[in-house]
């Protein structure tokens, strides 16, 4: 299976910070990559598709970039209601799904 | 809008069964594939199963290869879940999704989870 490594696990930002979360394949996967948020309680929600492709209605502030094993998400002015957990996901084989352990992004 | 609502969640001991449910609303259902991801308590997701949008293609996470069976209903619009023989590491909330797709130029499945289900909590407990 292919394996999704997160970095970091946890973030601690200010409101305003730009907040860059990596994600590494241990084997290309393309640009079969998504990217969620999870709020405490609540169900992922979808964010980018594609590595780089913004879901309709997110805020601009997202953006992703990436191909084959390394991927970064990135938020350009944190906001309060960023502070979540975000997970990627590699998609390259409907046979293994894999999600990346997850970064947790906290109040400084 | 699309909307999909779990159910079928609980308490359940070790080794026995319990079948969750997803009824989905808003959308043509059978025209989609649908996943199962689960999350245990404090941990993060594990994509459990997926069902193609014909009910004729299933594949699963190895950890429940053997003892959970998905399925649907397309004249209902509902997926299943069907869990037996169940452990204490199966407690997690299961979620359904829905599996959303584009080819690309060259011909590539290029695919996504949306939206999600609330989510319904399933405990394995003696």
């Known amino acids: 299976d292919i394996q999704l490594t997160q970095s970091p696990s946890f973030l601690s930002a200010s409101v305003g910070d730009r907040v860059t979360i990596t994600c590494r394949a241990s084997?290309?996967?393309?640009?079969?990559l998504a990217w969620y948020q999870q709020k405490p309680g609540k169900a992922p929600k979808l964010l980018i598709y594609?590595?780089?492709t913004l879901q309709s209605g997110v805020p601009s502030r997202f953006s992703a970039s990436g191909s084959g094993t390394e991927f970064t998400l990135t938020i350009s002015s944190l906001q309060p209601e960023d502070f979540a957990t975000y997970y990627c996901?590699?998609?390259?084989?409907?046979?293994?799904?894999?999600f990346g352990g997850g970064t947790k992004v906290e109040i400084k | 809008q699309v909307l999909l609502v779990e159910s079928g969640g609980g308490v359940v001991q070790p080794g026995r069964s319990l079948r969750l449910s997803c009824a989905a609303s808003?959308?043509?259902?059978?025209?989609?594939?649908m996943h199962w991801v689960r999350q245990a308590p404090g941990k993060g997701l594990e994509w459990v199963a997926v069902?193609?949008?014909?009910?004729?293609?299933?594949y699963y996470a190895d950890s429940v290869k053997g003892r959970f069976t998905i399925s649907r209903d397309n004249s209902k619009n509902t997926l299943y879940l069907q869990m037996n023989s169940l452990r204490v590491e199966d407690t997690a909330v299961y979620y359904c999704?829905?599996?959303?797709?584009?080819?690309?130029?060259?011909?590539?499945?290029?695919?996504?989870?949306?939206?999600w289900g609330q989510g319904t909590l399933v405990t394995v407990s003696s």
């Open positions: 999704a829905r599996d959303q797709h584009y080819y690309d130029s060259s011909g590539y499945y290029i695919g996504w989870f949306d939206p």
């Open positions: 069902i193609s949008f014909d009910g004729n293609n299933k």
């Open positions: 996901q590699q998609l390259n084989s409907y046979f293994a799904l894999t």
């Open positions: 808003g959308i043509t259902f059978s025209t989609y594939a």
């Open positions: 594609a590595a780089s």
């Open positions: 084997q290309g996967i393309r640009s079969y």
